[in-house]
């Protein structure tokens, strides 16, 4: 885990936007991971943004909430804006003392129109600098398992615009271009035939090895290999994205020995994630990083209580109790930041045994210097009654700090064998007020592979969120449950799980889900 001290210092190298200064950043090829770290922190920077549309909103979230992102509508052939337009923009932002970033997709100076941005910056006197980005000749290829150069096969490596137009003043030389070993195109469907017919003119041999490209270290990404001679009626009956790439090349058959993104486990399934923002990032990261597509769409807000009274006056008694149970890392949070509020810390807890539900609470509890006496064999409030009860709790003092909605099974448990368990609401969860438009497009689409639940609640409000017909779709959609509770919930709501996770935890949740998709 990247410690937060070292992203510090990362930014300290780095320096700050000056304001009044233009930050050209290079977004890279499709995958917003991809990113220098130099074009995070300035993302982080800015007061204004230009973006074309290749941008996804990853790396706009990046932004302070108070800066301004402006879409410059540049992409799939259409210019809601003109560079004209673009560049007036990056001036007059820049000398009305703000720090302006243009993030543009792949490279500023690999086919792209960066040189021209500074060009008319500097002619306007307006200080700039340019931020380097994986383009899309590197990148996809590199995803597509295909080196642009390899010994023995390719020491040249051309990048050729399929933007070039009839009338445009730099026509390409084909019998150049006929000479090189490896060649991308890129956007380059639109002339596919007629660059494979003028190669070959030219003197390339039809059966030189090709490869198309579409959505280049996305999730969607998909490789089509062939020649040169074959290539058009190969993907004359895909539906390949106009800005899919073309490579050309001897080093297309080490695909067949070295791909690796597209053999990922979860390559080309999207997964909704329902957690809470904060919390999504340790379920979203792994399920990434097998492949798939992950839409965040919390269905949980988390927020204070009402009123801190009953929070504050038994955590100013914690030396009365004697176990405290902790069922979530969210319980562990609130707990300890009104244990701060009002003057304490983890020494307020000395001589309290403390129980956790599950690794994860465990080990939020561990930061704060706490070490878990008991923890249940499963992460359920069930489990947990049978262990404490097994401890000996009659006549014991035991205090629940938890969510407002909690389940009364624990409590009730620990009552019945003789305990005095004190409940107390230490935060509240709330529906959101609706879901991110993405999501209800993907649904509108038929675009969900997966839809993970870590509560009843996150159930309950997707259902609410998604309105009666969407939620239909969910007896079509494959639910992945963190445990049996949950999983109860699902079936009590008329929908069947697909998986439910063991241990029930998000590693649990992320083993089910891939341990389905090898079936």
């Known amino acids: ?48 943004v230009l973006h074309d549309e290749v941008i996804g909103p ?15 509508g540049k992409g799939r052939g259409e210019h809601v804006w003109t560079q004209d337009e673009i560049n007036a923009a990056l001036v007059r932002h820049a000398r009305a003392g703000e720090r302006v970033v243009r993030l543009e997709g792949g490279d500023p100076f690999a086919l792209g129109r960066g040189g021209e941005e500074c060009e008319y910056l500097a002619a306007a006197k307006v200080r700039y600098e340019v931020v380097p980005g994986i383009t899309a000749a590197l990148g996809a290829s590199v995803s597509a398992g295909i080196p642009p ?17 009839p009338d445009d003043p730099e026509q390409l030389d084909f019998h150049a271009l006929a000479c090189m070993k490896t060649i991308a195109f890129y956007p380059g469907m639109k ?12 003197g390339l041999d039809a059966r030189t090895p090709a490869a198309v490209i579409h959505g280049g270290t996305s999730p969607q990404q998909r490789t089509i290999v062939g020649t040169v001679g074959d290539m058009p009626d190969r993907v004359a009956s895909e539906k390949m994205d106009p800005s899919a790439m073309i490579l050309i090349g ?33 379920l979203s990261g792994p399920l990434r990083a097998a492949g798939a597509e992950v839409i965040e769409a919390p269905t949980l807000e988390l927020v204070a209580v009402d009123d801190f009274e009953p929070v504050d006056g038994v955590l100013r008694q914690l030396a009365r109790y004697d176990w405290l149970v902790l069922t979530s890392v969210n319980g562990v949070d609130a707990m300890f930041t009104r244990l701060e509020v009002s003057g304490g810390d983890s020494r307020s807890l000395a001589g309290v045994k403390v129980a956790a539900i599950g690794p994860a609470t465990r080990a939020r509890l561990r930061e704060h210097g706490i070490r878990v006496d008991l923890i249940p064999a499963e992460a359920v409030g069930e489990s947990m009654a049978e262990a404490l009860i097994g401890q000996g709790v009659c006549g014991k003092r035991i205090l629940l700090p938890r969510a407002d909605i909690a389940r009364g099974e624990l409590p009730a448990a620990l009552r019945e064998a003789g305990a005095v368990c004190d409940e107390v609401a230490v935060y509240r969860t709330v529906c959101p007020v609706s879901p991110p438009a993405w999501l209800l497009e993907r649904f509108d689409r038929g675009q969900v592979d997966w839809v993970t639940l870590t509560s009843p609640s996150s159930l309950f409000n997707l259902v609410r969120l998604l309105g009666k017909e969407r939620a239909e779709e969910l007896h079509n959609t494959r639910l992945a449950s963190i445990g049996p509770v949950t999983t109860r919930a699902i079936r009590n709501a008329g929908y069947t799980e697909t998986v439910q996770a063991h241990p029930h935890d998000v590693g649990g949740l992320v083993t089910a889900i891939l341990s389905a998709s090898k079936r």
Do not use: K, Y
């Open 1 to 48: 885990m990247l410690d937060v001290r070292h992203f510090d210092r990362l930014v300290g190298m780095i320096g700050e936007l000056e304001p009044g200064t233009v930050s050209l950043v290079g977004a890279g090829p499709g995958d917003a991971a991809l990113i220098s770290v130099r074009g995070v922190v300035r993302l982080m920077q800015a007061d204004v």
């Open 149 to 165: 150069t390899h010994r023995g096969l390719s020491r040249s490596f051309v990048l050729v615009t399929g933007r070039a137009g």
């Open 191 to 202: 002339d596919l035939a007629i660059t494979c017919e003028r190669l070959i003119e030219a």
């Open 58 to 72: 990853e790396l706009l979230d990046l932004c302070r909430p108070e800066a301004n992102r402006i879409f410059v």
């Open 250 to 282: 001897q080093v297309v058959r080490l695909r067949g020995s070295i791909e690796w993104f597209e053999n990922r486990p979860l390559h080309g399934q999207t997964i909704v994630v329902t957690r809470a923002a904060d919390q999504a990032a340790s």
